[in-house]
């Protein structure tokens, strides 16, 4: 059999725009020679849909955009497969299903539900779907697939030391005479993720002796990016097809022979970050419609990765980078935001806070009498650009990007309303460790494109005279070890100080912060997930709460 991996980028809700975009990949599937062509989990719909899955008229509008599809693909030699919202059709439980269809001949043949339903990190389905009692094979093109979707396939309990579900769909389907095991996916992107998905379904396939077909969307969507990197193994568990990451790609592969097209993928995971952030940064604006984004440029490397990944994203001619030079700002900051905007080629403005500050200080002197300068005075600088930048955000109708970074986010290193504003936070999920290695990627992308002197210097958020990061927080490579710790692997601070020959008390102090400082960042704007545990939707505790590490 003729497969085609069709990994598409869908938009969640845009029911005809998703058909439409499937029948146009289907065509040039059917034109490629393909018997039949898989599409993701839930590409009608779009993926997450959340809360939209409790509308009664989105169930019944993705119903008839999924009937739409059979007639419209009837003039194709060609079976299709795609990932719908259903209705459940018993009487208790949840109104709809996480389903895929199978259609052929202009007819929807066949409806397969998805069994296990994941409710850890950022996933949520058991809030809105009723699973599936049992699964059945169905027959297309002579043969018997294994029709799978997204978690059914991830739970072989060869792999995993200890399973989250007491079944295997896979296991069920193949031993009830599946011959090809098909999995469509919506699993969104983390560092690492791509390694492990081959591993997993490498064994699965080797195991059950069986060729196996893996389609996963791709695209950003709010805080989630998909990236694709769909593939088909032999029955021993080897690639004979691969699509791209981070881009819409159609590939085939004949079961018969064991031939496939072949994309080359990112093999350096740096890479393959940046990647991320630039596709996430460039779907959340294409899809919430916004053109023009503003960055504010303090001559740091994080809001410089920022603007890199920004223009990479939306097209230089896109981005406006603003400095907003403050009473303590030095020389060499400003120069670095001129430089990295020239040799960025973006429009670049200049607005000093420093009168507005000087009248904030006269007006608030009376209330201020007698109390020494603290971070209060910090703040009012930040919150003082985060005024400016919004105001030029509501005259132009350009979207702030936050550039703060994953570590400062954790510890609150950042000012609620200043720093902290904007409508996306590109490189929320991305500790400063990391900041400085993409910021080497976004050169390699952008010869010269950061000055040097922005990796050289010591970071300083410049809000008081000679301030450094350091005088607040320990050395980054320390801070990023026990975050990494403590926030992706939920580590105990003795574990982490153990593991590390850190001072006890040091880690304490850091995990403390980062309990103490979920107030700011569930009013933090959304950010791109990249890591295993990213603050946001994967990540939920609460703010009123005194259990201390």
């Known amino acids: 059999m003729r497969i085609a991996l069709a990994q598409i980028n869908t938009t969640v809700g845009d029911l005809e725009g998703n058909v439409d975009m ?18 993701p989990e839930l590409t009608i719909t779009g993926y997450p849909p959340r809360d939209l899955v409790e509308k009664p008229s989105f169930l019944e509008r993705t119903e008839q955009q999924l009937e739409r599809l059979a007639r419209e693909s009837a003039a194709l030699d060609l079976a299709l497969i795609c990932g719908y919202v259903g209705r459940s059709e018993a009487n208790e439980g949840k109104r709809a299903t ?81 011959e090809i095991i098909v999995s469509i996916n919506a699993s969104p992107y983390h560092m ?103 960055i504010g440029l303090s001559g740091g490397i994080d809001s410089s ?10 097209g230089r001619e896109n981005v406006v980078g603003v400095a ?41 002197d009376r209330l201020f009498a007698g109390a020494p300068p603290d971070v209060t005075e910090e703040n009012l600088q930040s919150r003082l650009r985060g005024v400016t930048l919004m105001a030029l955000s509501n005259k132009w109708g350009a979207l702030v990007l936050t550039t703060g970074n994953k570590s400062e986010l954790a510890v609150g290193y950042c000012t609620l309303y200043g720093d902290m504003i904007g409508g996306l936070a590109v490189i929320s999920d991305v500790p400063k460790t990391l900041v400085y290695k993409l910021a080497r990627v976004a050169n390699r992308r952008h010869p010269h494109a950061i000055p040097e002197s922005v990796f050289t210097k010591p970071p300083s958020a410049e809000l008081r005279p000679n301030q450094k990061d350091t005088d607040s927080l320990p050395d ?11 926030v992706e692997e939920y580590k105990t601070p003795c574990e982490i100080a153990a593991a590390h020959g850190f001072p006890l008390e040091l880690v304490r102090d850091v995990v403390n912060k980062v309990d103490r400082n979920e107030y700011k960042r569930q009013q933090a704007p959304p950010g791109l997930k990249v890591t295993t545990k990213a603050f946001g939707m994967g990540r939920r505790f609460p703010i ?5 590490e």
């Open 22 to 39: 499937i029948l146009r990949w289907a065509r040039e599937a059917a034109r490629r020679g393909a018997e039949l062509a898989v599409f």
């Open 98 to 178: 996480n389903s895929a269809a199978v259609i052929q001949g202009g007819r929807i043949v066949f409806r397969q539900r998805k069994m296990l339903l994941p409710t850890y990190d950022v996933f949520d389905e058991a809030r809105y779907f009723q699973p599936a009692a049992q699964q059945e094979l169905v027959t297309v093109r002579g043969r018997r697939l294994a029709l799978t979707i997204c978690e059914d396939a991830w739970n072989d309990k060869q792999y995993w030391e200890r399973r989250l579900y007491d079944r295997d769909p896979v296991e069920e389907l193949v031993s009830r005479g599946g």
């Open 544 to 548: 009123a709460q005194r259990f201390l």
């Open 476 to 486: 980054y490579e320390i801070l990023d070890a026990i975050l990494r710790d403590y």
């Open 192 to 294: 690492g993720k791509r390694a492990l998905r081959r591993e997993i379904f490498s064994r699965t396939a080797a195991r059950h002796r069986r060729p196996l077909i893996y389609v996963n969307q791709v695209g950003g969507n709010d805080q989630l990016i998909f990236d694709g990197s769909s593939f088909a193994l032999d029955p021993e568990g080897r690639v004979i097809a691969s699509a791209c990451s981070f881009a819409e790609d159609l590939v085939l592969v004949d079961l018969a022979t064991g031939q496939g097209d072949r994309r080359e993928n990112l093999a350096d995971e740096c890479e393959a970050v940046y990647e991320a952030l630039v596709l996430g940064t460039r779907d959340y604006l294409n899809k919430c419609g916004f053109r023009q984004v503003l």
């Open 324 to 364: 907003m030079p403050g009473p303590y700002s030095s020389d060499h900051s400003l120069r670095d935001a001129r430089a990295l905007a020239e040799n960025l080629g973006i429009r670049f403005e200049v607005i000093s806070i420093t009168p507005v500050y000087e009248c904030f200080l006269r007006i608030l």
């Open 305 to 314: 990765l920022t603007a890199v990944i920004a223009a990479d994203a939306v």
